[in-house]
Every structure is written in structure tokens, then in C-alpha cells.
Nanobody, 121 residues
Framework: QVQLVESGGGSVQAGGSLRLSCAYT??????MGWFRQAAGKQREWVSS???????SYVDSVKGRFTISQDNAKNTLYLQMNSLKPEDTSVYYC?????????????????WGQGTQVTVSS
């Protein structure tokens, strides 16, 4: 069982930055990731980090977002730079026990409650 609590969301103008944090109870044997869901749309995968620190991103955020993990602090991060209005979503932290190396996708088994990110133009 893993508990996840996100923080760091907020409102920012286009071109700005935000850093999301996800505090977790245990990361052993879990990969982790970030997903987002815009109003009226399906939840989409944003980024994953594997058990051994390999990272992957959806094309729309490559070069702008960075996923990282501090196991000493039991915290997952998503640094978001050059934000665009289309990045507006509820962002969810996730953890899972299955990592697909070919795609860099961490299959989520546990979810946080989500944090709202709003980017205005």
C-alpha cells in the first residue's frame, strides 16, 4: 500500500513555472509517475520515473517538464517550465509495480488526490 499526497499546484501566467511535489509513504519496488486530466477530457500520462531512475515524458511536455525523485525525503517532483494554457489540468501523482521499459510507462496502481494547475494566457 502506498499513500500519495500532491502539493504545489496553483495559477500562473503562460511562460511561467511551477513545481509539483508528491509525498509518498514508500517507494520501494515502485515506479512513479505524473498524470493529468483537463476538464471534460480523459486522464493522460505525463511522465514516469523507473525504479532505477530512468525518466520518460509525453511528447507535449518534453524539454519543458522534468520529473525527479528524492528518496531520502520520500518525495516525487515535477518541475514545469514554459507553461502553456493547454497544460491547465488537475495533476495526479501515481505509483505502480509494473514498468514497461520499451515505452517508459509506469502502470499506476495507486493515486494521489490531485492538484489543480491553471495557466492563463
Amino acid at each position: 500500500q502506498v499513500q500519495l499526497v500532491e502539493s504545489g499546484g496553483g495559477s500562473v501566467q503562460a511562460g511561467g513555472s511551477l513545481r509539483l511535489s508528491c509525498a509518498y509513504t514508500s517507494s520501494s519496488s515502485y515506479c512513479m509517475g505524473w498524470f493529468r486530466q483537463a476538464a471534460g477530457k480523459q486522464r493522460e500520462w505525463v511522465s514516469s520515473i523507473s525504479f532505477d531512475g530512468r525518466t520518460s515524458y509525453v511528447d507535449s511536455v518534453k524539454g519543458r517538464f522534468t520529473i525527479s525523485q528524492d528518496n531520502a525525503k520520500n518525495t516525487l517532483y515535477l518541475q514545469m517550465n514554459s507553461l502553456k494554457p493547454e497544460d491547465t489540468s488537475v495533476y495526479y501523482c501515481a505509483a505502480g509495480s509494473t514498468y514497461y521499459s520499451d515505452s517508459g510507462y509506469c502502470l499506476p496502481g495507486y493515486w494521489g488526490q490531485g492538484t489543480q494547475v491553471t495557466v492563463s494566457s
